[in-house]
């Protein structure tokens, strides 16, 4: 006859599952997967306090410079800007504070000042199409450039004239505007990428990846990892735009951002492919290797792939022509074609194309990429060729 222990209790009972296995938690779907990952990303950055610091320096730098520049504009436009006028147009400064008048005889007289360089621009009558064009009686004649300083001061924009144009009359600021773009997107893609490859070896070298990976995916995990690092990568170039149009503000030059506005949303939105683009190829080489010292061998091809547009836009950015190719090559894409746009070489329908042939490339880099990543996680040791990852 068989007895309880008194201590002992019913057996809870059990719930079966399919063929009378214990029910387990289900996986998560595709979305909430990567969603994970990328959250688990963007909280270990955010708590990570050299990222942090190094985010307020670079603020405070482009934050610092915009102001400095401005205000070291202002107190070089601040000392009178010599101007010649010929008969009636001496009334059209009359009263205009910053402006050093001087007489001229006749027209010649006036341009002859503006080529000897004796006055910065001359004011003199408008004459046939040009006065037609703007509707008054008088235009600004320079030598090389248009002289802002001068039209800014007066109460309506005049028609302006150049005895000597220039091929590249707006190069000092097409220069600026170029090198920042190039900085933007080349510190952007190599920092977040660099992250993205380190934080793939580490998970692989302590071996994390096979936790992860008995719940999730290997797409899922990469596109976790992409994800998070271009939502940061998004923030950093938002909180980059706060600062900028903050600092354009307080200089007073709240014009140039509606100059700028067109060119800067473009940028923006090549900005997105193409760091998508690169996050991909950084996580994938990356899952090549197994020891974190093997990092910087593995990633160089993309990083220079990163640098040669922004050497390219210091060097040549006053070239058309590589300026028109960069701005159809899906890496350098998102350097060349805003910068076009703001210089007005780029017809209407050239972004549009570029930002296909981007998309269409980040698209099958993007396929290339979670396959070489997918083959080469599991594989630790020696360094996984290119082939044999493509191969599976």
Known sequence: MSTLSPTAGPTPPTRAGRAGRPDRPSSPGVVQATWLVAQREITMRLRSKAFLISTAVLLLAILASIVVSGFLGAS????????ATVGQTSAVVEGVQGLEVTQADSVEAAEQLVRDGTVDAAIVPAEGDAGAASSLPYEVVALDSTPTG?????????????????????????????????????????????????????????????????????????????????????????????????????????????????????FVVFFVFGFVLIAALYAATAALVSRQEEVASVTSPVTTLVMIPYFLVIFFNSNETVMAIMSYVPFSAPIGMPLRLFLGD???WEPLVSLVILVATTALVIALGSRIYSNSLLRTGARVSLKDALRG
């Open 346 to 348: 780029a017809a209407w």
């Open 76 to 83: 070089a436009a601040s000392s009178a800007t010599k101007v």
């Open 150 to 266: 001068v039209v800014s001061l007066l109460s309506v924009t005049p028609t302006v004239q150049l005895l000597e144009p220039s091929d590249d009359s707006d190069g000092p600021l097409a220069y600026i505007i170029g090198i920042a773009f190039g900085i933007v997107f080349f510190m952007s893609a190599v920092t977040f990428g660099s992250t993205i490859a380190q934080s793939v070896v580490e998970e692989k070298q302590t071996r994390v990846v096979e936790i992860l990976l008995s719940t999730i995916s290997a797409r899922e995990l990469m596109a976790g990892k992409v994800v998070g690092n271009s939502i940061l990568a998004f923030g950093q170039i938002a909180l980059i735009a706060v600062m900028a149009v903050l600092g354009l503000t307080i200089t007073g030059q709240s014009a140039l951002l509606g100059l700028l506005g067109p060119a800067i949303a473009w």
